[in-house]
Every structure is written in C-alpha cells, then in structure tokens.
C-alpha cells in the first residue's frame, strides 16, 4: 500500500519562502514520478512541479522561476521549495505519486500567502 505523508506548509508573508516535504511508503520501485499539485478554493487542481526519477522535472507556468521540486530517492522523499510567494499561490498542495499507472495523492498541506 502506497502511502504519502506531507509535512510544512502554513503562512507567509508575500516575498516569503516555504517549504514543503513528502514522504512516500510502499513503493518497491524506484521508477516513479512525485509530484505536487495545489487547488485553491473554487478552483480545479493544477500541476506545481513534477520530477521523475531521472530528475527531469516539469514546471507549472504560474510558479516557473519561482519554485523548486528535489527529490532524494534513497529516502523516498520529494520536496517542494517555494521562493517569492505570492498570495496567489495560497491553497492546499498535495503530493502526488504516479507509480504503475497509478495515482497517489497526499493528505494536503495549507499554504496561506498574505499581502
């Protein structure tokens, strides 16, 4: 079973950073691809970043420049460094893991950006 515990998260202030954590569990591979996504209220969920485990990394544009995914694969932990948040940025970040053609999702971080 497949498990994802995230960790950081809270509030900031514009111009602050944040970091966010994921831990993985159960995975008996390491090909797979981590991720994290956010949603905030009223919207649908969009991609943050993903890496792979070749670490080739995706960006969404809005956090382009501005965020940053690593991932340690002895550790099964991937991570989410967020400079120059915006209040825009502020919504619930999950982890994801896609691992044989599955999805995996994370319980959800609160990341509040006030102005």
């Known amino acids: 079973q497949v498990q994802l515990v995230q960790s950081g998260g809270g509030l900031v202030q514009s111009g602050g950073s944040l970091r966010l954590s994921c831990a993985a569990s159960g995975l008996i591979s390491g090909i797979y691809t981590m991720g994290w996504y956010r949603q905030a209220p009223g919207k649908q969920r969009e991609l943050v970043a993903t890496i792979t485990s070749g670490s080739i990394t995706v960006y969404g544009d809005s956090v382009k420049g501005r965020f940053t995914i690593s991932r340690d694969n002895a550790k099964n932990m991937v991570y989410l460094h967020m400079n120059s948040l915006k209040p825009e940025d502020t919504a619930v970040y999950y982890c994801?893991?896609?691992?044989?053609?599955?999805?995996?999702w994370g319980q959800g971080t609160q990341v509040t950006v006030s102005s």
């Open positions: 994801n893991v896609y691992f044989r053609s599955l999805d995996y």
